[in-house]
């Protein structure tokens, strides 16, 4: 990629990583699959890999040299900045997705998390090469893109059985998350995707079907 613009390079370099974030969506399908506790079983003891790791990249120069020089070009100037103290992405969707699985039934945390995983990925990749007109702190064709996709995620992940207004919950559930995903906010927005698109959606579901059993 030399000899690129910058521009260009770094759309690349998103590409790159957003393929790899995409991986991701093996979580939801596991969990599917595999069910909660076998999920968390494996889930968690990653989870605390890679925070061991990215915690010894942050204290320790001489392993934070290593990491930059093998793993850097996958990380964001924000990650790796000097004097940086930022976990990276990898990190925030793995606790993400924990935190996902051990509070919110099946239904909504796979609709959740796979929303993270398939819409920030639109967001990125849209707003990067289309976005021109300014929302919050986005654009308006990246979360269009993140919205969009969103449905389709609500379209096509598990529901309870409890009629048309699931897919309206799941669709209040990717309007809020494209709001979260704009907004100029401190917290990476690996945990507060999900995080706020599983609350909303819980919150419905119990206003709803309060007596409905759908864990």
């Given at each position: 990629m030399?000899g690129?613009?910058?521009v260009?390079?770094d759309y690349?370099?998103e590409?790159?990583?957003k393929?790899?974030?995409?991986?991701?969506?093996?979580?939801?399908?596991?969990?599917?699959?595999l069910?909660r506790s076998?999920?968390?079983?494996?889930l968690?003891?990653?989870?605390?890999?890679f925070?061991?790791?990215?915690?010894?990249?942050?204290?320790s120069?001489?392993?934070?040299?290593?990491?930059?020089?093998?793993?850097?070009?996958l990380?964001?100037?924000?990650?790796?900045?000097p004097?940086?103290?930022n976990l990276n992405?990898?990190?925030?969707?793995l606790?993400?997705?924990?935190i996902c699985?051990l509070?919110?039934p099946m239904?909504?945390?796979?609709?959740?998390?796979?929303?993270?995983?398939?819409s920030?990925t639109a967001?990125a990749?849209?707003?990067r090469?289309f976005g021109?007109?300014?929302?919050?702190?986005?654009?308006v064709?990246g979360s269009l893109g993140?919205?969009?996709?969103?449905v389709?995620?609500?379209?096509?992940?598990p529901?309870?059985?409890?009629g048309w207004?699931?897919?309206?919950?799941?669709?209040?559930?990717a309007?809020a998350?494209?709001?979260v995903?704009?907004l100029p906010?401190?917290l990476?927005?690996?945990?507060?995707?999900p995080?706020?698109?599983?609350?909303?959606m819980?919150?419905?579901?119990?206003?709803l079907?309060?007596?409905?059993?759908?864990?």
């Open positions: 030399n690129l613009p910058d260009e390079r690349r370099g590409l790159v990583r393929g790899i974030h995409l991986c991701s969506l093996s979580i939801p399908i596991g969990y599917a699959l069910g076998t999920v968390l079983s494996i968690i003891p990653v989870t605390l890999l925070l061991m790791t990215d915690l010894a990249r942050l204290f120069p001489p392993f934070r040299e290593f990491y930059h020089s093998t793993f850097g070009w990380m964001r100037e924000h990650e790796r900045g004097g940086r103290r992405g990898a990190s925030y969707v606790v993400a997705a924990c699985i509070v919110f239904i909504i945390a796979i609709t959740a998390f796979s929303i993270l995983i398939v920030d967001a990749l849209v707003g090469r021109k007109r300014k929302f919050l702190a986005k654009s064709e993140f919205f969009l996709s969103a389709v995620v609500v379209l096509l992940s529901k309870a059985g409890l207004t699931e897919y309206l919950i799941g669709a209040t559930g309007a998350g494209t709001v995903e704009a906010i401190a990476d927005d690996n945990l507060t995707i995080l706020s698109v599983g609350v909303v819980y919150l419905l579901y119990l206003m079907f309060p007596s409905a059993s759908f864990y």
